[in-house]
């Protein structure tokens, strides 16, 4: 042992750093600040590695020492004293992670590139204004099945009766993740099945076939906004889902080709997805570009041009023309679907056309294009029958 507490203790600041060794690789690394380090030199796999054992004055000179010990312990049996502490440190980290609001965010955000953005955000969304404030500190190992079944009893109690079964399904997910990363034992979400009330399902009100004139004609007297008139106009003939309509890119159209190429990023299935674009879809695009054509968004934000429609924009246009309750945007792909297949098109046509797409992500890539002809031609048919409903 070369070293004492005094030598420790008075070694000076030099112009460029320097070593002073103890005995079988540990030494003192003294910096120009005057900062004093530990290191411990070692071999490992027939290369000359260091690891970092704290500083002086924190860790004193027997501090070191038994530091350096252990890590030669561990060099002994045969292991990477460097690798070892890594793996301590992210053991460390991860069991520091342990509340129910931290495991949901990581949980959210491992699930990011899966999910549409819109959708990640309202989870998120969901459990900061329903979950968060009730056991969002609480140790998520601790968590019991009435613990959790208080919280969604509250939602419940409500009657947003869909909204607590979501949150139920979405905490059952974020168990499992704390279980297969070493946080939790148990999903208590699994003993609560059957525990709420069921929801009431309600299927999107649609139009039928006889109550197309009378919309169309409407449509045509509508006295709001242009945009939001040609956005009605546009789904209808397109019966694309709202979300996906509302964030329509202008670099996703071509007009010469009349197609819309949607991203996969931006579709509810994760998959590309073609509109094939008839004439009178490619004239309301016209129509809208010296209106929108500046601007990223096809159908952007009225007050806030950079961002695109709001998703309530074509809602209230609908509540303007008298159909509150009566008819959704997303309820002109019902439309289009049963008045299709009721005029004998091909129900695989149909399906493809409205991106209700095969889950197994291999072959759904390749996918996207297909019965492209036959859904050109479906969709041209689509706009002239609805040509020919106006005018009824």
């Not at 409500?158 to 997910?173: I, N, P």
Request: with cysteine; aromatic share 10%.
């Amino acid at each position: 042992m070369t070293l004492t507490d005094a030598a420790v203790r008075n070694a000076k600041p030099r112009e460029k750093p320097y070593k002073i060794f103890d005995a079988g690789g540990l030494f003192l690394w003294v910096q120009p600040s005057g900062g004093k380090w530990w290191r411990y030199k070692y071999r490992f796999a027939g290369k000359e590695k260091l690891l970092a054992l704290g500083s002086y004055p924190d860790i004193s000179l027997a501090d070191a020492r038994e530091r350096h010990a252990l890590a030669r312990k561990v060099l002994a049996s045969g292991n990477d004293p460097g690798e070892v502490k890594k793996d301590a440190k992210r053991l460390a980290l991860l069991n520091s992670v342990t509340t129910f609001e931290a495991l949901a965010r990581e949980w959210c955000e491992s699930r990011r590139h899966k999910w549409v953005t819109s959708y990640g955000e309202a989870m998120l969304t969901r459990l900061e204004s329903h979950v968060f404030p009730k056991i969002g500190s609480r140790p998520i190992a601790d968590i019991t099945a009435p613990e959790l079944l208080a919280v969604l009893r509250i939602v419940e109690s409500t009657g947003a009766l869909d909204l607590a079964q979501r949150l139920l399904q979405a905490s059952g997910q974020i168990f499992r993740y704390a279980i297969a990363t070493g946080r939790a034992e148990r999903n208590p979400a699994v003993d609560l099945r059957g525990a709420l009330k069921p929801p009431v399902r309600k299927h999107q009100a649609y139009l039928k076939a006889d109550e197309l004139p009378e919309y169309l004609q409407k449509l045509d007297a509508y006295d709001g906004s242009l945009q939001t008139k040609l956005a009605l106009k546009f789904l209808l003939l397109t019966f694309v889902r709202t979300g996906e309509l509302r964030g329509a890119e202008w670099k996703e159209i071509n007009l010469d080709e009349a197609v819309w190429r949607i991203p996969a990023e931006r579709m509810k299935m994760r998959s590309p997805h073609i509109v094939p674009l008839s004439r009178q879809a490619v004239d309301v695009l016209r129509e809208l570009h010296p209106l929108t054509g500046q601007w990223r968004f096809v159908f952007p934000n009225q007050h806030k041009p950079s961002g695109c429609m709001s998703e309530n924009t074509m809602l209230f246009g609908l509540y303007r023309m008298g159909y509150h309750s009566k008819a959704t945007g997303h309820g002109f792909r019902s439309t289009a679907s049963t008045i299709l297949n009721e005029h004998g098109f091909s129900p695989d046509v149909i399906e493809r056309q409205l991106a209700h797409v095969e889950r197994n992500q291999v072959r759904a890539a390749y996918n996207h294009a297909q019965y492209l002809p036959e859904r050109r031609e479906m969709m041209q048919w689509w706009a002239d029958f609805i040509d020919q409903m106006a005018i009824r």
